[in-house]
């Protein structure tokens, strides 16, 4: 069995928007609590490496979905929520490096922490559990190999 394409890109974009979505809402309301919504915005909205790890996640997601098999469904949140935090590091790091950081490797993982505590992460691997249920699956070809299959072969 595979997943499919359409199956796996709605898989996707559902955990990348969403999740991000929660850590941005929640990331407000500390941010209007403690009165300088000025820096969310900044953060979350102008910041034009939000959109690059919007884009980079669901692609990653998109294709670990597409390229892995689909079963068990325990296996799906560990491999997913490893690639979305692994794109988060990364766009993090970028980021900080672009801007002149002497250490993006420590901002990336300031990050991170920073993605646990609003809850982007939590909601991603929550997110991915539900939706791995719902992934539309095909059956393959009897003689024919899954996508990861032949991944491990070359």
Same mark, same amino acid.
């Given at each position: ?51 690059? @790890?919007? +884009? =980079?996640?669901?692609?990653?997601? !998109? ?7 689909? #079963?068990?469904? $325990? *296996? ?6 490893s690639a979305y935090l692994a794109v988060l590091l990364v766009c993090a790091g970028l980021s900080s490096w672009t ?9 990336? @993982?300031? +990050? =991170?922490?920073?993605?646990?505590? !609003? ?7 929550? #997110?991915?559990? $539900? *939706? ?23």
């Amino acid at each position: 069995m595979t997943v499919t394409w359409r199956g796996a890109l709605s898989y996707a974009l559902v955990v990348t928007v969403l999740s991000w979505l929660t850590g941005a809402v929640v990331d407000l309301a500390w941010q209007a609590v403690g009165g300088s919504v000025g820096t969310w915005v900044t953060t979350w909205l102008r910041d034009p490496w939000s959109a690059v @790890f919007l +884009v =980079a996640a669901a692609v990653t997601l !998109t294709m670990t979905r597409r390229l892995t098999d689909p #079963l068990p469904m $325990w *296996r799906v949140p560990l491999i997913d929520g490893s690639a979305y935090l692994a794109v988060l590091l990364v766009c993090a790091g970028l980021s900080s490096w672009t801007a002149g950081d002497e250490a993006p490797a420590d901002s990336a @993982f300031v +990050v =991170a922490i920073l993605a646990l505590f !609003t809850l982007q992460l939590p909601a991603a691997w929550l #997110l991915s559990a $539900w *939706r791995a249920r719902h992934l539309e699956t095909v059956l393959t070809r009897a003689g024919a190999r899954s996508p990861s299959a032949r991944l491990t072969e070359r």
